[in-house]
């Protein structure tokens, strides 16, 4: 399993062993999707595993449920822009 690697005395079994039985398939089914990931990225050099990755988790929600995170995260990273800003006017500089 992908998520072992570089951990010293860890195996799949242990790993497996302390988790629920939904927990054990949403770990397989992660590990699937690092694999895929891997094969496409290994095709396509230009693409990052992690983006494919986390693309193949989106394809599994439905639109309204892509849309609506979406929005959450635009709206999320609009105050943390606000929030730079004004950490920048009250030290009277510029943003970079």
């Known amino acids: 399993m992908t998520v072992l690697t570089g951990k010293p005395g860890l195996t799949a079994a242990s790993v497996l062993r302390d988790l ?3 927990q054990q398939d949403w770990l397989r089914h992660s590990e699937a999707l690092w694999r895929k990931a891997h094969r496409i990225a ?3 050099p230009e693409h990052d ?5 986390h693309a193949l988790r989106a394809l599994e929600r439905t639109p309204t ?3 609506r995170a979406g929005l959450q995260r635009g709206s999320f990273l609009r105050f943390q822009q606000q929030r730079v800003l004004r950490w920048y006017r009250r030290r009277g500089a510029c943003p970079p």
């Open 42 to 44: 290994a095709a396509h």
């Open 20 to 22: 629920t039985p939904e």
């Open 65 to 67: 449920e892509r849309l």
């Open 49 to 53: 595993p992690s983006d494919l990755y």
